[in-house]
């Protein structure tokens, strides 16, 4: 009875902390100054993005009157708060802003900062039919957009973990003209091909989640925010429990790349008090159709659907023919990733061709999570990418920093 008594305390502590924060308070907790914005999309939907703009830790850089922007967009179920939960020693937009650069985070549609529309209300399903191509199609390029206009760019450095990967891929292969807008494009753990992916989850999962039946059909847009809202609450309590820590940890392996000795594992319980972080579960579908087509192509809504939609009893691939930015994409991938499996990134390499830059991180356990959350991922991933951007600007900067990759990614 004591020990269950304990359990409650510390889950109800879970709740408090977990509720009480939001990303500008965890920048801001680490003497960063924060804005909120919010930008209307064409479709009504309300997206947050927060900004760091301008650090009193950096270099000369911080006095410029104009700072390059960046944009940095997150994973599923994720939100702007992945990248700060590393701290200001590990974490990508501290770096950038320590840089002198503008630094921006984004939150698609759906997550917890981003579930308000100008009609729709989150308790309807209405509200949660969208998926990837919504996120990519339209709310990437009104980000982009957004942010060119209030620094008052012509472009920007993008950055892109996992969905925001996915998300600018699509964005580029719908709206070519975005190409153009983009300085630098990094993206860290790219997900497009996902033919031979890994793990139980995905494995066992996508024959069930990625075709077409009565039960996706009933959960693509089922609201789930406040079963997710719950999960954020109970969870980094339960997790920071010795007797639950190794089976959250087990969870997280399962899902994303078993046994990396580099993820910070006193980040977990922080990490599961902003993940999931909300969206619409067509999301999670779009996804499984992906490893079931073999193909990077827009939501399959079945023979019906996909013919009022596209005019074609299956949904056409996306261009990649139109991806094509100023630099070449700078693609960030490892081997114990199951969202990026190395022969899938081998076909996107081949297609793409020198419009893309492979770096293949050298550590054979580096997972899906690390490229955030790994111990080390300030000197093997975020110096590199903070570097190149400086190579790019005309900045001094190094050329040595980017050591943590393989002479030859494939």
Not at 237 to 257: M, P, S, Y
Not at 391 to 404: T, V
Request: glycine share 8%.
């Amino acid at each position: 009875m004591q020990s269950l008594s304990g359990l409650v305390i510390v889950v109800l502590c879970g709740v408090t902390t977990a509720g009480a924060l939001d990303t500008c308070h965890r920048i801001t907790h680490y003497g960063y100054p924060c804005e909120r914005h919010n930008l209307t999309t064409k479709d009504g939907y309300v997206l947050a993005i927060f900004r760091i703009p301008y650090s009193q830790h950096g270099d000369s850089y911080d006095n410029a009157t104009s700072k390059p922007p960046v944009l940095l967009m997150h994973c599923l179920e994720c939100s702007s708060d992945i990248w700060i939960i590393s701290g200001p020693e590990n974490g990508l937009p501290f770096i950038l802003a320590d840089a002198g650069y503008d630094v921006w985070l984004g939150n698609a549609r759906g997550n917890v900062y981003s579930q308000k529309h100008i009609k729709l209300q989150r308790s309807s399903t209405e509200f949660w039919e969208f998926s990837l191509d919504e996120i990519g199609i339209i709310d990437v390029p009104a980000k982009i957009d957004y942010v060119l206009a209030i620094t008052n760019s012509q472009s920007l450095h993008y950055v892109g973990y996992s969905q925001g990967s996915t998300t600018l891929m699509m964005a580029l292969a719908s709206k070519p003209e975005y190409n153009e807008k983009l300085r630098s494009t990094h993206l860290l753990a790219p997900v497009v091909f996902l033919c031979y992916v890994g793990g139980p989850v995905a494995i066992l999962g996508s024959p069930i989640v990625g075709s077409i039946n009565p039960l996706t059909q009933l959960l693509g847009t089922v609201p789930l925010h406040e079963l997710e809202a719950l999960s954020r609450s109970v969870a980094p309590g339960l997790c920071q429990r010795a007797e639950f820590a190794e089976l959250c940890l087990a969870f997280l392996n399962i899902v994303c790349g078993w046994g990396s000795p580099h993820l910070n594992r006193t980040l977990i319980p922080e990490l599961l008090s902003t993940a999931p972080a909300g969206g619409s579960f067509r999301q999670v579908i779009h996804y499984a159709q992906m490893v079931m087509s073999c193909k990077f192509r827009p939501y399959d809504f079945g023979l019906p659907g996909n013919m009022q939609k596209y005019g074609k009893p299956q949904p056409p691939s996306y261009n990649l023919a139109n991806v094509h930015p100023k630099t070449p994409i700078e693609m960030y991938f490892g081997e114990n990733d199951y969202f990026v499996p190395l022969r899938d990134a081998y076909r996107l390499s081949k297609i793409l061709g020198n419009r893309a830059s492979w770096n293949h991180v050298k550590f054979p356990k580096y997972n899906h999570f690390d490229y955030t959350l790994a111990s080390n991922v300030r000197w093997c991933i975020n110096d590199c990418v903070v570097d190149r951007m400086q190579k790019y600007e005309g900045r001094s900067f190094h050329g040595d920093l980017c050591k943590c990759f393989k002479n030859k990614p494939f």
